[in-house]
């Protein structure tokens, strides 16, 4: 089984957060995070920092990363602006998103739905003609905060969109943690099997089914799992959004089910707790709290 897991708690993890923390804490993080051997680590977002002021500084963490090492560096951007800002660093991946409704997209990019992915479009152009690769996230691809249920024939709409314009990998979001397995099941099938395209997930837990539906995701054919050491985080423009599952969590059903993942649980069960130091609050893992067994 072809697997990736990438980590987005420098990011998705810390960003609707009030403590904002420093960026050589936060390139430590994503150190500790590439230290446990994670294929993947998403450790900035290159938005305005009025906006969510704990992404500040987003370029001083790319210059504090460790040198070398396996794991790849990947940056979010919103639109070419944004794009502006990663290009002129060293990070060789770059993440877009938009919403697939209009009122989340609204709330989260200020545009419509056709504009969100016309912007994610157009970073995923410059971005290959800089020899970057693009991952492409469609937010709220399972349900909305403000528009309810979303149709999974306009999520694989949208998708089949990005994919015919080249995107290297769409990932498909839980943003507000409403997903069933058999409804992750059903639009990670359609994705793999009708646009042929590398396919992720992005699963937030905030009703406690995100590890069930991971498991069910990669049984669809899903080849990437985003995860936030810890559990920590949150959407700050979806009320009531909790962090991303927990990557340690992700990890230890995945070797108790006899998949390897290249990670080491134990150095990951580290890194939530010395996190849970950092920011002198409990982190809702549960692995973390309990400890590997056996």
Request: charged residues 20%; negative net charge; hydrophobic residues 45%.
């Amino acid at each position: 089984m072809r697997l990736e897991l990438c980590d987005v708690s420098p990011r998705d993890g810390l960003q609707s957060l009030e403590l904002v923390l420093p960026p050589g804490t936060r390139a430590e993080l994503a150190g500790r995070l590439a230290a446990s051997g994670l294929q993947r680590v998403e450790v900035a977002s290159f938005v305005r920092d009025e906006l969510v002021p704990a992404m500040a500084g987003a370029e001083e963490v790319v210059a504090a990363l460790p040198v070398g090492g396996a794991t790849t560096w990947a940056g979010l951007v919103l639109n070419e602006r944004g794009y502006d800002r990663l290009a002129a660093t060293s990070l060789p991946e770059t993440h877009a998103t938009f919403g697939v409704t209009e009122t989340f997209q609204q709330r989260n990019g200020g545009s419509s739905v056709a504009d969100g992915l016309a912007r994610a479009l157009a970073v995923t152009g410059r971005a290959h003609a800089d020899g970057r690769r693009v991952s492409v996230t469609l937010s709220c691809a399972f349900g909305c905060p403000y528009e309810g249920p979303v149709d999974p024939g306009v999520v694989q709409a949208l998708a089949a969109r990005a994919v015919a314009h080249g995107v290297d990998e769409v990932v498909l979001a839980d943003t507000i943690g409403v997903a069933a397995p058999s409804e992750v099941r059903g639009l990670v099938e359609r994705c793999v099997r009708d646009l042929g395209a590398a396919t992720g997930v992005h699963l937030h837990d905030t009703r406690g089914t995100a590890v069930a539906c991971v498991l069910t995701a990669l049984e669809a054919g899903a080849t990437l799992v985003d995860g936030s050491v810890g559990g920590v985080g949150g959407c700050p423009f979806a009320p009531g959004a909790q962090g991303n599952v927990a990557t340690e969590d992700v990890v230890y059903v995945l070797e108790r089910e006899g998949i390897a993942t290249g990670v080491d649980l134990d150095a990951l069960i580290g890194t939530a707790r010395w996190l849970a130091e950092v920011l002198a609050r409990p982190m809702p893992g549960r692995v973390q709290r309990a400890g590997r067994w056996p």
